[in-house]
């Protein structure tokens, strides 16, 4: 049921058909960085940290209670 050496062919002889040779290369490369992105991103955690950063406050000077100094 895989694909063989002539349906290989056969498709990649449409494809330069369809996109010439001097826009294969641009092609494969972003199939590739597609690819790459997909694999990196399933490698991530599932999980999020949502957990506020301290340069992320707009007043330094505000405790963030809702009190002003």
């Known amino acids: ?22 826009r294969l ?17 399933m490698q991530k955690p599932d999980s999020i940290d949502i957990t506020p950063e301290a340069d992320d406050r707009d007043d330094p000077d505000d405790p963030g209670d809702g009190t002003k100094v």
């Open 1 to 22: 049921m895989g694909l063989g050496v002539t349906e290989l062919l056969i498709i990649l002889a449409v494809v330069l058909l369809i996109f010439g040779p001097s």
């Open 25 to 41: 290369p641009g092609l494969g490369s972003g199939v590739g960085d597609a690819m790459r992105n997909f694999r990196k991103s």
